[in-house]
């Protein structure tokens, strides 16, 4: 990006009543057969018409086409069987019933790749897609195949790397991997999570970012948060790690958290997409209390590398809220740019 502190979101953004119920994760679509499928594509061009009047920069698809970041990918394989559910704790943090692994994991059609086709049509903007990454994946199934969690990791990361390729021929301009599970799972994230990350990420040509963050603002994570005590450093165990990576962009929550902001100083030469905006609250920030983040941040992270951004998906928000915020942050990131431009 040629402009100063490019602004970006995590990745979902609210889907409009029409579709799906709103404010929920794993919302059922209120749509069948053809007209969920124009009603996805039509959603998709009213989430990027909001991003672009919003200002923001470098756009995506708002995840209008899938329920969940994790489970809608999970979905197009096969292997694994949908049917068979167990329960299982999720980060460690909350039971949910998963899907089974039956059999050997392959991905026997592109999954987001035409949904990617079709945003590139519609701007001329970056564009910007998410995948779930590796440890992220395997934390929300049941293993009955592999029985081992590294093993399961190192087959989705091929997966996603057939997928990555194919989103970068359709001519997204950053592929970014999200890992919430990062913040949890520590000596897995050194041991086979970043090499795992790498391997998804083998042989692209366009940028890759990986998005760390306390998760969706729905009440497991947030009663999680409050156990987390006045300083949350987990990041501290990923990212001497990370900074060594291929990786080209963190992504990383800061915006009402307790992350200590010189944490970001542990990766410097990154490109750090720093959120500035809480998605686990409906106040809208006002454009200071974003610039106020931002200008923290620029402590750690040199002007050139910093991409104001949000500290997760928006996806459970009310849309005028989310709406709101995304003005917040182009305004935020305007007050800044001013004062690195005078
Ligand atoms: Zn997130």
Redesign the pocket.
């Known amino acids: 990006m040629k402009i100063l502190l490019p602004t970006s979101t995590?990745?979902s953004l609210p889907k409009p009543s029409w579709l799906a119920e709103p404010e929920k994760i794993w919302s059922p679509w209120k749509l069948q057969d053809q007209e969920l499928t124009d009603g996805k594509l039509d959603a998709l061009r009213l989430s990027l018409q909001e991003q672009l009047h919003a200002g923001i920069h470098i756009v995506s698809d708002g995840e209008q086409t899938r329920q969940h970041f994790v489970t809608t990918f999970i979905e197009h394989l096969s292997g694994v069987d949908f049917e068979k559910r167990e329960t299982i704790k999720i980060r460690n943090r909350y039971d949910a019933s998963v899907p089974t692994v039956v059999g050997a994991v392959s991905r026997t059609k592109p999954v987001f790749v035409e949904d990617a086709k079709f945003l590139r049509q519609q701007t001329t903007q970056p564009i910007k897609w998410a995948l779930p990454g590796p440890m992220t994946m395997i934390d929300t199934l049941y293993d009955r195949h592999y029985r081992s969690r590294e093993k399961l990791a190192w087959e989705f990361a091929k997966i996603l790397n057939q997928e990555a390729r194919e989103l970068e021929a359709a001519g997204v301009d950053i592929i970014q991997f999200?890992e919430?599970a990062f913040n949890v799972f520590f000596d897995e994230v050194n041991d086979w999570g970043i090499p795992t990350l790498e391997r998804a990420i083998e042989g692209l040509q366009c940028e890759t970012a990986v998005?760390?963050?306390?998760?969706?603002g729905i009440k497991a994570n947030t009663d999680w948060k409050k156990t987390l005590g006045s300083e949350w450093r987990h990041y501290e165990e990923s990212f001497p790690k990370l900074q060594k990576s291929n990786i080209d962009i963190v992504?990383l929550?800061c915006q009402n958290s307790r992350v200590p902001m010189d944490l970001i100083e542990l990766i410097r030469g990154k490109k750090v997409m720093v959120g500035a905006i809480d998605?686990a609250s409906h106040t809208i920030e006002t454009a200071e209390e974003v610039a106020d983040t931002l200008r923290k941040a620029l402590q750690f992270v040199d002007a050139d590398k910093l991409y104001p951004c949000t500290?997760?998906?928006m996806a459970p928000l009310p849309r005028e809220v989310a709406r709101g915020k995304l003005n917040a942050l182009t305004a935020g990131a305007q007050i800044v740019r001013n004062e690195l431009l005078a």
């Open positions: 995590a990745g999200d919430p998005h760390i963050c306390y998760g969706y992504s929550e998605v500290n997760c998906g």
